[in-house]
């Protein structure tokens, strides 16, 4: 049981949008709704071996399957969240000019309707993966035809950066 005090300090969450991604390459990106990378969408930034990769207007993250179609989960917090179970694959900041992102699939673009956050600013974003993995690529490439759906999703939970930040 929480007591008051510890209740009062949980973060809320405001808004959430789930979108349907196309990983290619092994990859998929989280970006600003109007300026994704400089102005120039195929200029993606490398991830050179890590889990995520931040440039301006947007965010790369590392799928551990290489072409498929999965879920992601985008929140918007009024403070840190509690981290869920998952694989967590990082925490990064991220400058979003227009105060709205959306999930991009790295060959089609935007994957749904941009998610409003708090406005202009910058925002601390976690990003969880739920499945995936070597089972994930096992199980893909044991099945007839190929599975392409349900072998991995992901959370992206956002904040704003606090002005200490």
Same mark, same amino acid.
């Given at each position: 049981m929480l007591s008051t005090i510890e209740e009062g300090m949980m973060s809320r969450?405001?808004? *959430? *949008?789930?979108?349907?991604?196309? !990983?290619?390459? /092994?990859?998929?990106?989280?970006?600003?709704?109007?300026?994704?990378?400089?102005?120039?969408?195929? *200029?993606?930034? /490398?991830? /050179? /071996?890590?889990?995520? *990769? !931040?440039?301006r207007g947007g965010a790369m993250v590392a799928s551990t399957v290489a072409a498929h179609d999965t879920v992601v989960r985008l929140e918007v917090w009024d403070g840190q969240p509690q981290q869920r179970e998952g694989a967590a694959l990082g925490e990064a900041k991220l400058e979003v000019p227009s105060g709205s992102v959306f999930a991009w699939s790295v060959p089609h673009g935007p994957a749904g309707d941009p998610l409003e956050l708090d406005g202009e600013g910058t925002y601390n974003f976690r990003v969880v993966r739920f499945g995936g993995g070597p089972e994930a690529q096992a199980r893909q490439q044991a099945a007839t035809p190929p599975l392409f759906t349900g072998l991995e999703r992901y959370e992206i939970q956002m904040w704003r950066c606090s002005a200490s930040q």
């Open positions: 969450l405001l808004r *959430a *949008a789930e979108q349907q991604v196309t !990983v290619e390459r /092994g990859q998929f990106a989280l970006c600003d709704s109007e300026i994704p990378f400089e102005d120039d969408p195929w *200029a993606l930034p /490398g991830l /050179g /071996g890590h889990q995520l *990769a !931040v440039s």
